[in-house]
């Protein structure tokens, strides 16, 4: 994951109380990540050396939405040139303007735009010019960002360790962090923005934060953190101890997130994205300073500072078969569920792929008109529906439209959830499957095969533990006309695009696709 840039699983949202659909095309708002309104770059020295300024632009629907597809980004570097020198990588430069085509392959890990600035030569401190982004995403223009690029000024970079390894549920830990000013300026003020994962929390509130929580389990709860200080160049301050993290029952593989930023007019607007935030009560949180300056050494250049850590935990995946009746030639809807018991999310915040794969076998005479988007069809009556994470208390519903082709008694499908390596954290199996009961009453009167049949209802019931079936009106997906164009099954996690291709593997081999194809931690 690149370092500075929001992870993009806000593309497979997950719900705290129950299904995440993805936001509808109307609803979408995609806009511009990772181009803070002030951006300091430091003079070309006394030996001429031009030190770098490295930026990563990229696209993201704060609705908690799927990924966009392909994203335009156009940026208008004529008012920099004399100030600033800018490399911008893929992109085409022309009169001034560098233009940017991305296209998103893998909606879990969205190609970014990287951005290097250095000061231009002959430029001197306190020049200044405006980076505008315009674009499109999807066909859909992008709102307008701005940013005022100075040579000179204040410049923070942060620095820390890990956090500890053997976290347990309950446990706190610090936040190892601190910062230095490696610009030519003062900061007046600093702006610390925190990310936490599904698992963890801030330990305590503090009065000079606000707070957030949204549906992301890559980036479940965030604060933004405002100290009134002064840090004077080649000075540096770290958090004090009360700045801790909180390991929660849902924990298993988790990320802490650090941002540092001086307050420059519109910086909180741009680190809240468009969030709701909350201010924190108590008392307040205050920085740590240094004795006098320090050599900097361990700093580079990120304004980003981030730790994992692993805990031992477990989930309990549980699937929901559904009894089906009607008549010959009726058309009906299975209503398919799984969910996950918690207590633990289960994914990867550094790996982000798919763990596990439901499967769905049908009975001879059951044949399939309408699969839930992203499931596929593979061999002797068999569907594979690949999952990406899962929150802690995800609910999904897969609704597969079937025609019931002949007469039926006491017939019988299952489904079934097979999760490869990932199966150790689940210690209860003996609910991963069940039935899927069909029964037919006499033909209908336009059964006729050269004829539409008419559609009919289907009684779904819960085969598991005696739950009821979760309810495709409750935010799960709806078939299509066509086997494989209906919407995909609301995960809890948001939206996922699977390759044709992966569907050969999985199928194949008959085990989750991560087993196949696993892609490597960075």
């Given amino acids: 994951m690149a370092r500075g840039v929001l992870f993009p699983l806000a593309l497979i949202a997950a719900s705290a109380g129950g299904l995440a659909g993805p936001a509808d095309a109307q609803d979408r708002t995609m806009s511009v990540t990772g181009l803070p309104t002030q951006i300091a770059v430091t003079p070309v020295l006394q030996d001429g050396v031009k030190q770098p300024r490295q930026l990563t632009?990229?696209?993201?629907?704060?609705?908690?939405?799927?990924?966009?597809?392909?994203?335009?980004?156009?940026?208008?570097?004529?008012?920099?040139?004399?100030?600033?020198?800018?490399?911008?990588?893929?992109?085409?430069?022309?009169?001034?303007?560098?233009?940017?085509?991305?296209?998103?392959?893998?909606?879990?890990?969205?190609?970014?735009?990287?951005?290097?600035?250095?000061?231009?030569?002959?430029?001197?401190?306190?020049?200044?010019?405006?980076?505008?982004?315009?674009?499109?995403?999807?066909?859909?223009?992008?709102?307008?960002?701005?940013?005022?690029?100075?040579?000179?000024?204040?410049?923070?970079?942060?620095?820390?360790?890990?956090?500890?390894?053997?976290?347990?549920?309950?446990?706190?830990?610090?936040?190892?962090?601190?910062?230095?000013?490696?610009?030519?300026?003062?900061?007046?003020?600093?702006?610390?923005?925190?990310?936490?994962?599904?698992?963890?929390?801030?330990?305590?509130?503090?009065?000079?934060?606000?707070?957030?929580?949204?549906s992301s389990f890559a980036e479940k709860r965030s604060a933004l953190c405002a100290f009134d200080v002064d840090v004077p160049p080649r000075t540096e301050f770290r958090l004090p101890d009360d700045a801790a993290v909180e390991v929660t029952a849902a924990a298993l593989h988790e990320l802490v997130q650090v941002d540092v930023y001086p307050d420059a007019p519109g910086m909180r607007e741009y680190l809240r994205r468009g969030y709701p935030y909350e201010r924190g009560s108590g008392p307040q949180l205050k920085l740590r300073g240094t004795d006098g300056p320090q050599t900097g050494e361990r700093y580079g250049n990120a304004t980003s500072w981030e730790s994992t850590y692993y805990i031992t935990n477990t989930a309990d995946l549980?699937?929901?078969?559904?009894?089906?009746?009607?008549?010959?030639?009726?058309?009906?809807?299975?209503?398919?569920?799984?969910?996950?018991?918690?207590?633990?999310?289960?994914?990867?915040?550094?790996?982000?792929?798919?763990?596990?794969?439901?499967?769905?076998?049908?009975?001879?005479?059951?044949?399939?008109?309408?699969?839930?988007?992203?499931?596929?069809?593979?061999?002797?009556?068999?569907?594979?529906?690949?999952?990406?994470?899962?929150?802690?208390d995800a609910r999904l519903s897969f609704p597969f439209k079937v025609k019931l082709a002949k007469p039926l008694k006491d017939a019988h499908g299952k489904i079934q959830v097979r999760q490869a390596e990932w199966s150790r954290y689940d210690t209860n199996p003996s609910n991963d499957?069940?039935?899927?009961?069909?029964?037919?009453?006499?033909?209908?009167?336009?059964?006729?095969?050269?004829?539409?049949?008419?559609?009919?209802?289907?009684?779904?019931?819960?085969?598991?533990?005696?739950?009821?079936?979760?309810?495709?009106?409750?935010?799960?997906?709806?078939?299509?006309?066509?086997?494989?164009?209906?919407?995909?099954?609301?995960?809890?996690?948001?939206?996922?695009?699977?390759?044709a291709a992966l569907a050969v593997l999985l199928i194949g081999g008959g085990i989750a696709a991560r087993a196949v194809v696993r892609r490597r931690r960075a």
């Avoid at 969910?339 to 999310?345: E, I, M, Q, S, V």
């Fill in 318 to 392: 549980s699937v929901t078969g559904a009894d089906i009746s009607g008549k010959v030639g009726d058309e009906v809807v299975a209503d398919l569920g799984l969910r996950n018991d918690g207590p633990a999310w289960l994914g990867d915040v550094q790996d982000p792929t798919e763990f596990a794969s439901l499967h769905v076998e049908l009975p001879d005479g059951v044949s399939v008109v309408g699969l839930p988007k992203d499931c596929l069809r593979g061999g002797s009556g068999e569907y594979v529906c690949p999952l990406g994470p899962l929150d802690s």
């Fill in 57 to 214: 632009l990229s696209v993201a629907d704060s609705t908690d939405g799927p990924a966009p597809r392909e994203y335009v980004l156009r940026l208008d570097l004529g008012v920099l040139k004399g100030v600033v020198d800018v490399d911008a990588k893929p992109c085409d430069v022309a009169a001034g303007q560098a233009t940017c085509r991305i296209k998103v392959t893998d909606p879990d890990r969205v190609p970014g735009v990287a951005l290097t600035l250095r000061a231009a030569t002959g430029s001197q401190a306190g020049d200044s010019g405006v980076l505008h982004v315009t674009g499109e995403a999807d066909g859909r223009a992008l709102k307008a960002v701005d940013a005022t690029v100075q040579v000179g000024g204040a410049n923070l970079v942060v620095a820390g360790d890990r956090l500890p390894t053997g976290l347990k549920v309950g446990d706190t830990a610090p936040i190892p962090v601190s910062f230095r000013n490696v610009g030519s300026a003062s900061a007046s003020g600093v702006l610390m923005a925190f990310r936490f994962t599904e698992g963890s929390k801030p330990a305590r509130r503090f009065d000079n934060c606000e707070y957030s929580e949204r």
């Fill in 433 to 499: 499957s069940a039935p899927i009961g069909f029964s037919t009453t006499s033909a209908s009167p336009s059964a006729d095969p050269s004829t539409d049949p008419t559609p009919g209802t289907g009684a779904t019931g819960g085969n598991t533990g005696g739950e009821p079936s979760p309810s495709a009106t409750s935010g799960g997906a709806h078939s299509g006309d066509e086997p494989g164009d209906g919407d995909l099954a609301s995960t809890g996690a948001g939206t996922v695009t699977w390759i």
